[in-house]
């Protein structure tokens, strides 16, 4: 059903009938429910039979969004409402059903991907533009028509970009669907980026939360991202250091977890290095070795100190591959400059990177950074695993890249079984099926991502490195953008970046200025946190209301085929038909939509087909030499790729002697590109980096003058039961689990903690409750609170979902990494309330059955 009639010739394709309007509403009404009930005859109300299998119509398609993996749902509908969600059964390709093998896994959903029925229908579901009529962060909103809300945005556009120039929008697209073809958002590649681009006001957002540091370490260092194995090579591994890596809770691909345990079956070793004994080391047994946060570069310089001290490092591969590891791999211009060995032995600083020394800063006793050496030089193949987290931290680049100097000095690049990661994106996807070009998406400012908040509270007073502006080679080089407004999409990012107290704070010094002058959008699905700060809602089509193909994140080689299943809820649209109406009414719609004309706002599926056709044919055809036809796959589903061996990284580096992609053509240890830079205020960094990697201090931590005041360390992982903001609000998941603090019984016991207690842990930048889980899994001195809590603000400022964004600090490391784990803070109990969601929930059963710990 439309719910907006389509336009006629007479009309305006806004100006739509009172009649059509009432109908739409009337049918609402009946059903008591948002759906439509005249077409949809399906109830799932519990006291009435469920429908069998075979009275219903079965779809294929996938899940959606930033959460580590991308897998099967397969879609059981009535009428236009999915009744049921199952997954893959290995069956849909064409094979029998049962079909799981090494080669060909079942994509097989967790348990977020199969409650997507309740977030698909959920009370926050977004149905009508909306427009706020109280103050920002208020929550009060009326509906508005998408005519009124599109042509309101449209000039309010016009109006900031002529007063305050082309980099007064900020795009803050981000991956919430990054992981389909089409109705794509990302920083770089993005609808958002595209139609702000060609509008002529953008500043866009360079950094990313995820893993900047260590995408600085992959690209300085190996020359690309694309540094991971695919998962099945892990079943070949003889040790596995899982490096700040929590695969049964952090999704980071979708069978790691089958593969590693077929490793474990063939007699692979496990360690785990990480404040907290996680279910990933129980699981494989893992040798638990807690670290201090934030210090894992200095552990890894005493790894490297205890190989070469006993002649463990594999020489041949340094002399053959890397540059600047040691004096005889350094390049001729630049002999003489410190290399990563004269750096371990002390020779330029006078203190050698002995374990002993490395344990004085990491809190590992020196015998077990030897031990772990001893493992991983004599263990081969030996995969060290060196995740993100630790790199989401002050000077984070630095662990990854000490990480790779591991891996190089040990020859475990390149080789089945072994690991380069990094970022570790595994196969190549063809990922892009609408136009993107360069020209389009292009920027008038780029900053680092958490520093939108900082420029508008100091505005005129920000240096270009305080803000991480990329050079340019225009009158725009260096200039700080004046800005005056978000584009949210695809992301939740006022409740996912830093300092969140900070960006309040600069959304008010904007609104004080009048509505006018500033201009807060945010595109989603539901109402989130985020779209509580926006002037408007726009509601956004989710996967299962929209035509597209879904890729694997990072890890697994395969598309699905994500169908339209149900017609777009409400009066929903894709983010694309907005993009394209709101560009027809600033005057450049068909350049942003070639394929389509200015009906696709109301009718986009031929267009959305001839461009996934195009896509199919051109790239996954042609370029990847697949034989089935665009209609043979949409028959299908799904298509998995089948290879005669895992997918390794640089493999043909090391065995057919490809150059790398660095400027030397090796692996960098010592840095071409960092060595030569002289200004560094010039740079997108703003402050000096090393060539070669080492050990910096981060500016707090356990080992700093600060914990006097604030004598924990506060690390935030990603929830098993969220993929960040998203599913906070269901309540089946957070049956399964509760925002918690975790804390080791002893330091509980100081501060008479008990589990179930509510606390506030707070710092300097923000106080947030929640309650406590004692635990002897997590380190003394070290808390554990998850990212991702829909924050719920009291009078005084204070957070009471427990969202751990309210104490980290908004600036980034040099490289850019978001220091989300450098964080120190206080915890002391109180009577407040914790406020677990917007509705309250009944049955947080892990806080029942914990409560007598
Ligand atoms: N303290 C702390 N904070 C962190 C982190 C941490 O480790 N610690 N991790 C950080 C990391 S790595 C990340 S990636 C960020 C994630 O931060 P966000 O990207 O802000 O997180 P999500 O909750 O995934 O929000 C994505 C939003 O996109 C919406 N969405 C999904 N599909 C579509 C679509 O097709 N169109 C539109 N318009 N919207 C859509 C979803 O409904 C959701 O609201 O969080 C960061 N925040
Ligand atoms: N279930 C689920 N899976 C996800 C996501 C999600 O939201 N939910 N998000 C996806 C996204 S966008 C991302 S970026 C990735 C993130 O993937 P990761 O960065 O790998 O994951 P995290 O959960 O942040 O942290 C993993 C482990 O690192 C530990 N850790 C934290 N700080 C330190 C430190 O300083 N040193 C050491 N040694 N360990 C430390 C934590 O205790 C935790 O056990 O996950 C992806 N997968
Ligand atoms: S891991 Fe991600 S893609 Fe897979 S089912 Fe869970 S939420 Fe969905
Ligand atoms: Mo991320």
Redo the contacts with the bound molecule.
Sequence with gaps: MKHLDKPTAAKGPFEQTRRSFLKGSAALAATGLVLDGARSPARAFAYEPYYTDDELETVVTSCAH???SRHMLVAHKKGDVIVRLSTDTGEYQGDARGTDTEEKPQLRACLRGRSYRARLYSAERLLYPMKRVGKRGEGKFKRISWDQALSEIAERMVYIRDKYGPQALVDQSY?GASYGVLHKSDQIEGLLGRFLGMFGCRTSSWSVP??QGTTFSSRITFGTIEDGNEDDAFAHSKLIIM????PA????GGNTFYYMRLAKQRGCKFVL????Y?DSAAAYDAWWIP?R??T?AAMMAGMAYHIWDNDWHDQEFIDRFVQGMDEGTMPDWAKGQESFKDYILGKSDGQPKTPEWASEICGVPAEDIKKLAEMYATTKPAALKA????G??AYGEQYNRMAAALQAMTGNIGILGGCAEGVGKGWHAEAVAYPYDQWANVWYASIKSDRWAHIVLNYPNVTREEAGLWPRNDQWDGVVPNIRGIFWQGSDWFNQLTNINKEIAAIRKLEAEGDKESLFVCMDSTITPTGIWADYLLPIATHFERHDVALPWYKGHYYIHRPKVIEPMGESKTDFQVFTELAYRLGFGPAYNPRATRDYFWNPDPVDEAYLKAWWEEKVMHHQHVTWSWEEFKKRGVYKFVFDEPHVAFRDQIEKGVPFQTPSGKIEIFSTTLAQITDWTKTQYGYPIPAIPKWIEPWESLNSPKTEKFPFHM?S????W???SIFNNIPWLRETFSQELTMNASDAKKLGIRTGDTVEVYNDRGTCVVPVYVTERCMPGVV?LHE?AWMDLAEDGTDRSGNPDFLTLDEPSPAGAFAY?TVLCDVRKTDRAHRPGWDQLATARSAVFRRDY
């Design positions: 930033n959460c580590g991956a995820s893993y490096w700040g890596w929590n809770y952090t999704f980071h290095v990480d404040p907290q996680t670290i946060p934030n894992d995740s993100w987290a630790p989401r931290n690390v992982p990603h929830p098993r969220r993929t960040h554990v991702g784990n």
